[in-house]
């Protein structure tokens, strides 16, 4: 019991201590406030002066942000003077002005000094039109909206990189697979006839070193590897794979059936020289210098013998070497080609799997292909105020002022209403917002309105629908009521079945409604992360 007393007896003691601070600071604390004019022109402006002299120890907060309304607040700029005796005088002024002609009413401002409320005097403004000297000025009539084209800079932008990646991966590929290549001296070589081949091979033994170093059977190898590879290609003998007995009958048989014009002597020399190869090659015989060149200077005799002995051939024969050197062209051309095809594939292929594996199917499948919902979300937003009372949003397009007819009977109560809603989208995404001003100050039915919204839904072909309600607030922390939920739709152009989210925003006080209405498929990531941009943006100004 005794501790409940003094529990009592503390919080009178803070209660009238409390009580008399609030006293003591109103008593002490004086708030002031005054326009510089009473009247302005169309976007004119008016200075507004709030002046505070209190203790210097008490905390002061002015009015911020658009408390002003109807009046649009420009700036607000802080001065203070410091006085004697621990007072200050601190003073806030205020740049306001007006875009619409008429009489408006400065509503009085609230100031707080330790938490304690003091209001200004409300301020009657007249607000005119700009003169205008119709004999020399002309008057026209408001041109109307015009639709503007949807700009294809980006898609020119992602096309010009494509193409100059495609025409990199092509230089590449020709540069190092279809372009013609210098020829090597090997292969510069190989392209020689077999008669001047060999010519040009057995020269270059004649400059080896084989002979210096006694590498016998290296020079005898090459050499009889020259003659044989000249035999089986120019003669058309199988020379490589014989022996030598079986090579020197081949060859007494072409030229006793008058294929081939070689002497006897001739082919004698040339079976000698083969017998010696032999004989350095697998007994490991070791001639002299002098023997091992004259055998290179037979062989070469017997080479241009053999060459000068064969017939010469047909045009039948010309034209069959020559359609085989195009082919064996256009085989290679053809092998070019299909080596640059496979690697451009691999490399696509390769770096479609990353992209996938990194980014996911379904992006890279946006990206690639296109998809409505990501190209509003990563095109250029627009940060933009609706309607009166102003509604602030920031949108991935500008919406556009619709020209709606009311009823005669909502022109009864209604003063004006401005709907803006976005422009045509490829997919099923949409953005409005409603502002409604009543001719009398009535507090809005914000149960009617969300019917009438699910009734144009029901109207679109919207069936099914699961509604739920909650409060929302806005960025600067008005709230208001948030209705939204799902339902199916079928295109009535494509007849294809959708589920869609939506929802409805409704904002208000006496005598005006806000609202803003977003609708989009089910599921669809983009158009999600878009709404919630939207309404990490929206703002309304609830003073009418």
């Given at each position: ?83 004697n005796?621990?007072k ?27 938490e ?13 039109d ?61 392209l ?51 022996t ?17 014009n070689l ?19 697998f ?7 002098s023997?091992a ?7 070469e ?14 045009e ?15 085989k290679?051309?053809r ?32 990206t ?15 940060a ?26 909502a022109?009864?109560?209604v ?29 809005p039915?914000f ?39 799902s ?30 209405v977003?609708?989009?498929e ?7 992360q ?11 100004k609830?003073?009418?």
């Open positions: 019991m005794k501790f409940n007393h003094l529990k009592s007896s503390v919080l009178l003691f803070l209660f009238v201590f409390s009580l008399t601070l609030s006293v003591s600071a109103q008593e002490e604390s004086k708030v002031t406030s005054e326009i510089d004019t009473t009247g302005i022109k169309i976007g004119e402006q008016i200075k507004y002066t709030i002046t505070v002299e209190t203790d210097s120890l008490n905390v002061v907060h002015f009015p911020e942000g658009q408390t002003f309304s109807p009046l649009e607040t420009v700036e607000a700029i802080m001065q203070d003077t410091v006085k005796n621990n200050v005088v601190l003073q806030q002024v205020y740049a306001l002005t007006q875009f619409d002609s008429g009489a408006y009413t400065i509503p009085p401002q609230r100031i707080a000094i330790n304690q409320p003091f209001f200004t005097d409300s301020f009657n403004i007249r607000v005119a700009v003169a205008v000297d119709t004999t020399k000025q002309k008057m026209y009539d408001i041109k109307p909206l015009i639709q503007v084209d949807k700009s294809y800079a980006k898609l020119w932008m992602t096309i010009l990189w494509i193409t100059i990646a495609l025409l990199l991966i092509a230089c590449l590929v020709y540069w190092f697979f279809l372009r013609k290549k210098p020829l090597t001296e090997e292969e510069k070589e190989a020689l006839p077999p008669y001047d081949r060999a010519l040009l091979e057995l020269k270059k033994l004649e400059n080896s070193r084989y002979l210096i170093h006694d590498e016998y059977k290296k020079y005898y190898s090459e050499l009889t590897d020259i003659v044989r590879s000249y035999l089986e290609e120019d003669v058309n003998v199988s020379a490589l794979e014989s030598t007995g079986q090579l020197i009958t081949k060859l007494e048989l072409l030229k006793d059936a008058g294929e081939l002497e006897h002597e001739t082919i004698d020399q040339f079976q000698k020289i083969l017998r010696t190869a032999d004989l350095v090659k007994a490991k015989s070791k001639p002299s210098t023997v060149e004259e055998d290179r200077k037979m062989v005799q017997i080479v241009v013998k053999t060459h000068d002995a064969l017939p010469e051939p047909t039948e024969d010309l034209i069959l070497t020559a359609e085989y050197q195009l082919e064996l062209a256009k290679k051309q092998k070019r080609i299909i080596w640059a095809a496979a690697i451009f594939v691999g490399l696509l292929v390769t770096g479609s799997a990353f992209s996938i594996a990194y980014y996911g199917y379904k992006e890279v499948k946006d690639v292909l296109g998809h409505p919902t990501k190209d509003l979300l990563e095109g250029e937003w627009v933009s105020s609706y309607g009166y009372p102003p509604i602030e949003i920031e949108t991935p397009q500008v919406l556009i002022r619709q020209e709606i007819e009311l009823p005669e009977q022109t009864e109560v003063k004006s209403h401005q709907t803006f809603m976005n422009g045509k989208v490829d997919g099923l995404f949409s953005v409005s917002t409603n502002s409604t001003t009543y001719k009398e100050a009535v507090d039915d149960e009617a309105l969300v019917e009438a919204n699910l009734a144009q839904f029901e109207g679109m072909g919207v069936k099914n629908m699961l509604t739920k309600t909650d409060e929302f607030n806005t960025k600067s922390g008005v709230s208001g009521i948030k209705t939204y939920g339902g199916s739709y079928e295109n009535p152009t494509t007849k294809q079945s959708a589920r869609i989210d939506y929802m409805i925003l409704c904002f208000g006080g006496k005598g005006f409604v806000q609202q803003v977003i609708y989009h089910k599921g669809d990531a983009y158009a999600e878009i709404v919630n941009r939207m309404l990490a943006s929206l703002d309304v609830t003073q009418v």
